[in-house]
């Protein structure tokens, strides 16, 4: 099994700044077959859904605002929010796939406005 | 409109079965992976185990293999969980999602209480 390991488990930062979410998987996420990186990550805002932000590590979503980035390979991750916004908080999850099609979640990092 | 629209809230006692539904629309239902994801209460998001809903191909996560089945019915385009004798460590929302987690239903909440 693959582990995900996000740190902080939680952040607090003043609107405006940055914040950024490291994820850490116990193995290499990356296919040498095409060179890309099973990596996602999901934002959760209380009482909703999971909602896909970021996929092969650094593609944004259609539709998610480019504030979002995400970066890294292999094994070691970055989500990062430029320029934060009240309505950002929520709950984030870096997300492995590269063992399809089971998946695993970190622990989640909870993001708060300071 | 592409969705994935899932029952209602269910509350079952002990030992009871239970059966939630998750049906797609708006895309070829058969073409993708239903994944379903367990969020206890207060907790992050544990991928249960995925169902290929053309041929009912089903993957679970060692920690569910044996206390859940997963079923599908492509003709109705709508994926099932089911629990045959439910423990109170069952209570959490259900979610359904579609391939690694590009699209969710709104979640389902069981909760099993004496």
């Known amino acids: 099994d693959i582990v995900m390991t996000q740190s902080p488990d939680s952040l607090a930062v003043s609107l405006g700044e940055r914040a950024t979410i490291n994820c850490k998987s116990s193995?290499?996420?990356?296919?040498?077959?095409?060179?890309?990186?099973?990596l996602a990550w999901f934002q959760q805002k209380p009482g909703q859904p999971p909602k896909l932000l970021i996929s092969?590590?650094?593609t944004r979503k259609s539709g998610v605002p480019d504030r979002f980035s995400g970066s890294g390979s292999g094994t070691d991750f970055t989500l990062t929010i430029s320029g934060l916004q009240a309505e950002d908080v929520a709950v984030y999850y870096c997300?492995?796939?590269?063992?399809?099609?089971?998946?695993?979640f970190g622990q989640g990092t909870k993001l708060e406005i300071k | 409109e592409v969705q994935l629209v899932q029952s209602g809230a269910e509350v079952k006692k002990p030992g009871d079965s239970l059966k939630i539904s998750c049906k797609g629309s708006g895309y070829t239902f058969t073409n993708y992976w239903i994944g379903w994801v367990r969020q206890m209460p207060g907790k992050g998001l544990e991928w249960m185990g995925i169902?290929?809903?053309?041929?009912?191909?089903?993957t679970y996560s060692p920690s569910f293999e044996g206390l859940v089945k997963m079923s599908a019915d492509k003709s109705i385009s709508t994926a099932y969980l089911q629990w045959s004798s439910l423990k109170a460590s069952d209570t959490a929302v259900y979610y359904c999602a579609r391939g690694m987690g590009d699209l969710w239903g709104q979640g389902t909440m069981v909760t099993v209480s004496s």
């Open positions: 092969s590590a650094s």
């Open positions: 997300q492995q796939y590269y063992t399809t099609p089971l998946f695993s």
């Open positions: 169902i290929y809903p053309d041929d009912s191909d089903t």
């Open positions: 193995q290499s996420v990356l296919y040498s077959s095409n060179n890309q990186n099973y």
